[in-house]
């Protein structure tokens, strides 16, 4: 970082006119996002939620589920949105735990990819390493589990849940506007043969001095990369459809890198927790 700035100072000091016709910011070439002027204008901020104070149901509790865990030791939620629904939970992991994932992660980095048809490839749209963890790695990623079900109160078994897929964005590394859950049958996510992302639950290993928001498009919110803490939302409603209000990116990191982990949560194993429901707004 310092050399950088010093290699730029220099530069400036040097030809300075020349410097500032570089620095004219180019925009993506992408007709197809429609969504860039709000994806821009939500990671322009550290996190915006214009209304929330005026709106007495976004709160913040100790949750405790009725679970002997967390009755024990509750977790401190904010409830960030209301539909879609997304609540960060405070100090979800400790320090040591981040970084244990973060440390289990690294030897088996590679560069992310994402479902493309039938296939995985690498896109431009999404600039990050990225690496499946399986509990078996180390115990500490069972207790994970246990305290993502407690929380969450959903099956969170293979192959009710994925493996964790603990993620690395550099600086400028980010994920456009996309959504978690497959909007074609042909998607490699129904392999697992245990139906469609039904919620995620992405965990914030580290903090960021710049940028790195997770912006959530269409419901017009983001949310400050908040280290050790956890936000969770629904992907599909309780009919099965997919919430299309829960468009969301992760904002360009600016200064620092950036890790999560995600756990995506399927449908089948979840029909006793999260009853389904015929009707379209539930
Ligand atoms: O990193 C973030 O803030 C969001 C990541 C995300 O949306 C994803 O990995 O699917
Ligand atoms: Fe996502």
Same mark, same amino acid.
């Given at each position: 970082m310092a050399r950088n700035v010093l290699k730029y100072e220099k530069l400036l000091a040097e030809s300075p006119n020349q410097a500032v016709v570089e620095a004219v910011i180019q925009r993506p070439n992408v007709p197809h996002l429609?969504?860039?002027?709000t994806y821009e204008g939500l990671c322009q901020t550290l996190g915006s939620q214009p209304t929330h104070y005026q709106t007495p149901s976004l709160?913040?509790?100790?949750?405790?589920?009725?679970?002997?865990?967390? #009755?024990?030791?509750? !977790?401190?939620?904010?409830?960030?949105? #209301?539909?879609?629904? !997304?609540?960060l939970y405070h100090d979800f992991v400790s320090d040591l735990e981040a970084q244990k994932i973060r440390g289990l992660a690294e030897p088996w980095l590679q560069r992310s990819v994402v479902a493309s048809g039938e296939k995985q490839l690498p896109v431009e749209y999404r600039i990050s390493k990225s690496a499946w963890l399986k509990d078996t790695a180390d115990p500490m990623l069972v207790t994970l589990d246990h305290r993502i079900a407690a929380l969450t109160g959903l099956d969170v078994q293979p192959p009710y849940a994925e493996y964790l897929q603990v993620v690395n964005y550099g600086i400028g590394g980010h994920y456009e506007p996309h959504f978690d859950h497959a909007t074609s049958p042909s998607s490699p996510l129904y392999r697992m043969k245990s139906g469609n992302r039904v919620a995620t639950f992405m965990i914030y290993l580290s903090s960021v001095e710049a940028g790195g928001a997770t912006a959530f498009i269409y419901a017009n919110f983001s949310v400050p990369v908040v280290k050790n803490a956890a936000l969770f939302w629904w992907n599909l409603h309780r009919s099965g459809e997919g919430d299309s209000d829960t468009l969301h990116a992760a904002c360009p990191v600016l200064v620092g890198d950036k890790w999560v982990a995600n756990k995506w949560i399927h449908e089948y194993g979840q029909e006793f927790r999260r009853p389904c429901s015929s009707s379209p707004g539930d």
């Open positions: 429609q969504t860039r002027d709160h913040c509790s100790y949750e405790t589920s009725s679970n002997p865990y967390l #009755l024990l030791q509750p !977790v401190r939620k904010e409830v960030i949105h #209301l539909e879609p629904y !997304v609540v």
